[in-house]
């Protein structure tokens, strides 16, 4: 549970799964920061399905008291930020390739406009492959914006003009495997997020699945880099 909390839209998804055809492109042959391809690579896609419940983390705001009220908007005064710090959750990959397939557990830090919610966004994950006794780690950075006039189904059910929108993420990741399948290979990938509410929870935890569709949250597409080499 956060501590310091004191005092689909198949529009949007088509959207996503369409930019994956750019980010590919985008992708390059280098792993980056200082790693480069010795060997095959394989370009992977795939989607990242949130799984429903509370992560464990702290969130903040950067001066004044966060309210909770409703754990779906947090609000902190004006020109100030909310922080998350630390915040851990699990999703399931689903990929074309299994070695990019299974359990993912990542870490959130982020640094949000407490006027739209907005900003950088970074922090680690694990993946747990179901394609052998193998785990992918790594790193991700990016940034969440508001995208008003896409299609949120979170609208019908507040007052007009509801959110207006949806809060869309770029994320850049980094990694490389250990065990079996993965010794030796390296990956490069853009995940992108489409969330419904200000605070960026999975799609069972704020509407029943028969009217939000529970589609995944993320569209992926990775390079899968290897050997790997300094």
Known sequence: MFERTSN?????????????????????SEYGHGWKSGGHQAVV??????????????????EGILDLSNPLIP???PDTSIEFRNVSASSVM???????AGLLTYTLNASFSAVDFTGPAWGTWTLETD????????????????????????????PPPGFGGVWISTLDMRGRG???????????????VTTLTPMPVAYEMILPCDLVGCLPEGVSSARVLGPWRQ
């Open 45 to 62: 896609n795939g989607t990242d399905d949130w799984l429903p419940g509370l992560p464990n983390g702290e969130i903040f705001c950067s």
């Open 8 to 28: 689909r839209f198949p529009i949007v998804l088509l959207a996503a799964l369409a930019a994956t055809v750019s980010i590919q492109g985008a992708l390059g």
């Open 131 to 158: 394609a052998c006794e193998g785990t992918w780690e790594g790193t991700w950075s990016g940034h969440r914006s508001f995208v008003a006039g896409q299609s949120n189904p979170m609208d019908a059910f507040l």
């Open 75 to 77: 609000v902190c005064p």
């Open 178 to 192: 250990d065990g079996e399948c993965l010794d030796g290979l390296g990956m490069k990938g853009v995940e992108i």
């Open 94 to 100: 689903y990929a074309d390739d299994p070695r990019l």
